[in-house]
């Protein structure tokens, strides 16, 4: 049988840090979902996605936790389910019918005669990036929400008489999942970006990203490496590759064995 595809997951998150300009007015469409806090659990996550790639978006404001998902990333791999005591079974069970024991014909066709396995792989999580703030400051003003016009998910809150702001969307054109984090006073924005997943992976640090459609080169990607899981006595064979890529538009990146950290830098 032959292997099944590798599959590639992109996304990338650009640091803007705005000059003092003051807030626009809120303009949020009447279909806006919006919430007063950040999410504790997964049901309560504002989704975005494009058809392939989605992510949960649960909008803390000391850790930003996205659960991410790609289409193809399912458990196992290639696998015959026929069973092949079916055919020898056949005549056993019509019997059984034919005397009326129809208990009995479904114990032996659920033994003999279903595929195996039963049941199709499940779907998996590709995993979750995670973006640290360094703070603990209260936060004012604090708003998550979700425009359903423009499918973008935001993230707005004062803090030490900041205001923060995250979008958040997934594009179908460019195929990538993005994330803008930007400040109405220059050199607030600090982070450390991280990515965990159930599945078997390892994540490395790639210097000098690069997201072709922008055209830039200054930050630095973080690259998860991984096989899917095994399912129903079916060995994962499902390559794939997740990458988040960090621009900053003003900031320093340094990075780790498996973590990115941007550091405001004022013009």
């Known amino acids: 049988m032959p292997t099944l595809p590798r599959i590639f997951f992109t996304a990338f998150a650009a640091l803007s840090i705005l000059q003092p300009s003051g807030r626009?007015?809120?303009?949020?469409?009447?279909?806006?979902?919006?919430?007063?806090?950040?999410?504790?659990?997964?049901?309560?996550?504002?989704?975005i996605g494009n058809g392939r790639l989605g992510a949960m978006v649960f909008g803390g404001a000391n850790r930003e936790h996205l659960q991410l998902n790609e289409g193809t990333l399912w458990a196992g791999g290639p696998y015959d389910p026929n069973n092949t005591?079916?055919?020898?079974?056949?005549?056993?069970?019509?019997?059984?019918?034919?005397?009326?024991?129809?208990?009995?014909?479904?114990?032996?066709?659920?033994?003999?005669?279903?595929?195996?396995?039963?049941?199709?792989?499940?779907?998996?999580?590709?995993?979750?990036?995670?973006?640290?703030?360094?703070?603990?400051?209260?936060?004012?003003?604090?708003?998550?929400?979700?425009?359903l016009d423009t499918a973008v998910a935001s993230v707005s809150y004062t803090a030490n008489g900041v205001h923060f702001k995250r979008e958040i969307f997934a594009s179908a054109v460019d195929q990538v999942i993005v994330v803008r984090l930007t400040a109405d006073k220059p050199g607030q924005i600090s982070f450390t970006a991280g990515m965990a997943t159930p599945q078997k992976a390892e994540v490395g640090v790639e210097p000098n990203g690069r997201v072709p459609f922008l055209g830039m080169t200054n930050g630095?990607?973080?690259?998860?490496?991984?096989?899917?899981?095994?399912?129903?006595?079916?060995?994962?064979?499902?390559?794939?590759?997740?990458?988040?890529?960090?621009?900053?538009?003003?900031?320093?990146?340094?990075?780790?064995?498996?973590?990115?950290?941007?550091?405001?830098?004022?013009?």
């Open 24 to 47: 626009a007015a809120d303009t949020a469409s009447p279909l806006t979902l919006y919430y007063t806090g950040p999410a504790t659990k997964w049901t309560e996550a504002l989704p």
């Open 85 to 147: 005591n079916a055919l020898a079974a056949l005549p056993d069970v019509r019997q059984l019918i034919f005397d009326g024991k129809y208990d009995d014909a479904f114990t032996v066709v659920s033994q003999k005669m279903m595929a195996v396995p039963v049941r199709e792989m499940p779907y998996e999580t590709l995993g979750d990036l995670y973006l640290d703030f360094p703070t603990n400051v209260p936060v004012q003003d604090y708003r998550r929400d979700l425009n």
């Open 220 to 267: 630095a990607s973080l690259v998860m490496n991984g096989t899917n899981g095994e399912a129903h006595g079916i060995k994962g064979a499902l390559k794939f590759q997740a990458r988040i890529t960090v621009l900053p538009i003003h900031g320093t990146v340094t990075t780790g064995a498996d973590k990115i950290s941007v550091a405001a830098r004022i013009q």
